[in-house]
T-cell receptor
Framework: GAVVSQHPSWVICKSGTSVKIECRSL??????MFWYRQFPKQSLMLMATSNEGSKATYEQGVEKDKFLINHASLTLSTLTVTSAHPEDSSFYICSAMIGQQTQYFGPGTRLLVL | GENVEQHPSTLSVQEGDSAVIKCTYS??????FPWYKQELGKRPQLIID?????GEKKDQRIAVTLNKTAKHFSLHITETQPEDSAVYFC???????????FGAGTTVTVRA
């Protein structure tokens, strides 16, 4: 149980385009999901908290107009990187919370912006 | 916000020996402490967690201890095997917002 999927697993795009990443909880409902970014050989950095039916809460320094988050259902949250630039290239990972505080992670999406 | 420090950053052990990773946290309100294992290019996998009302938890070869007074917690892996080689992250959160603050990670290499 507690399976989280993410799509796509990798994406290459041109600078200036937008990319949408989906995060789904497959066998449970998740009121709260989280989006992280991880650079090579570094830890996970929380970008935002996604709550079903309400606006996402962004961490300090994360531009909400650049990283659009939508949590339209109890099993799906999406992250859209708008007007992507090479510095946005990273490994984006979502997690879904189940029960009390336990988070299960998706497989991640590797984004490369050319 | 919460600040989690993790040591060591790298750890090399002989197969069959034990590995210990230590983390400290700053916010005394933190009450949930999970440990994740991440293999290269893969998702972080929850391997064990502990809550503040418990001092120790064990699951086969893995154990976690928590000292609330000193604000530190540790991961112990016994009888290490080559498949234990990975990056291990500790984290802390509290029930106000459930956000996980991660340590910097420990790269564990088990030598055959």
């Amino acid at each position: 149980g507690a399976v989280v999927s993410q799509h796509p697993s990798w994406v290459i795009c041109k600078s200036g385009t937008s990319v949408k990443i989906e995060c789904r909880s497959l066998d449970f409902q998740a009121t709260t999901m989280f989006w992280y970014r991880q650079f090579p050989k570094q830890s996970l950095m929380l970008m935002a908290t996604s709550n079903e039916g309400s606006k996402a809460t962004y961490e300090q320094g994360v531009e909400k107009d650049k990283f659009l988050i939508n949590h339209a259902s109890l099993t799906l949250s999406t992250l859209t990187v708008t007007s992507a630039h090479p510095e946005d290239s990273s490994f984006y990972i979502c997690s879904a919370m189940i029960g009390q505080q336990t988070q299960y992670f998706g497989p991640g999406t590797r984004l490369l912006v050319l | 916000g919460e600040n989690v420090e993790q040591h060591p950053s790298t750890l090399s052990v002989q197969e069959g020996d034990s590995a210990v990773i230590k983390c400290t946290y700053s916010d005394s309100a933190s009450n949930y402490f999970p440990w994740y294992k991440q293999e290269l290019g893969k998702r972080p996998q929850l391997i064990i967690d502990i809550r503040s009302n418990v001092g120790e938890k064990k699951d086969q070869r893995i154990a976690v201890t928590l000292n609330k007074t000193a604000k530190h917690f540790s991961l112990h892996i016994t009888e290490t095997q080559p498949e234990d080689s990975a990056v291990y992250f500790c984290a802390a959160s509290f029930t106000n917002d459930y956000k996980l603050s991660f340590g910097a990670g420990t790269t564990v290499t088990v030598r055959a």
